[in-house]
């Protein structure tokens, strides 16, 4: 069966970070392409990360987290993991990780497994 589930999220103050990690299981993730999604309240899901299948290289930084945020990839722990710094109140949304097998382009609808989500609230 697969799986993905996120953990890592909270409540932080702005200019905090955190680590969130996505944990696979049923597939191998370096067989797909990975990415980290988010959506915030009343807004539609937009990609924020994703890194190709293989190789990991990224292929996708949305404009407001370049700079701030990395992705890397544990192959050995099937996991992957978005490190977010230098957080800002407007990164404040439910993150999701996603995988599908064949295609590249960051956008939600052409990714078929997807976790739970996870909260991540930046506030003072």
């Known amino acids: 069966q697969v799986q993905l589930v996120e953990s890592g999220g909270g409540l932080v103050q702005p200019g905090g970070s955190l680590r969130l990690s996505c944990a696979a299981s049923g597939f191998t993730l370096d067989d797909y392409y990975i990415g980290w999604f988010r959506q915030a309240p009343g807004k539609e899901r937009e990609g924020v990360l994703c890194?190709?299948?293989?190789?990991?290289?990224?292929?996708y930084y949305a404009g407001s987290v370049k700079g701030r945020f990395s992705i890397s990839r544990d192959n050995a722990k099937n996991t992957v993991y978005l490190q977010m710094n230098n957080l800002k109140p407007e990164d404040t949304a439910v993150y999701y990780c996603?995988?599908?097998?064949?295609?590249?382009?960051?956008?939600?609808?052409?990714?078929?497994?997807w976790g739970q989500g996870t909260q991540v609230t930046v506030s003072s």
């Open positions: 996603a995988a599908n097998r064949y295609d590249g382009h960051c956008s939600a609808p052409y990714y078929n497994y």
């Open positions: 890194i190709s299948s293989n190789e990991g290289a990224t292929i």
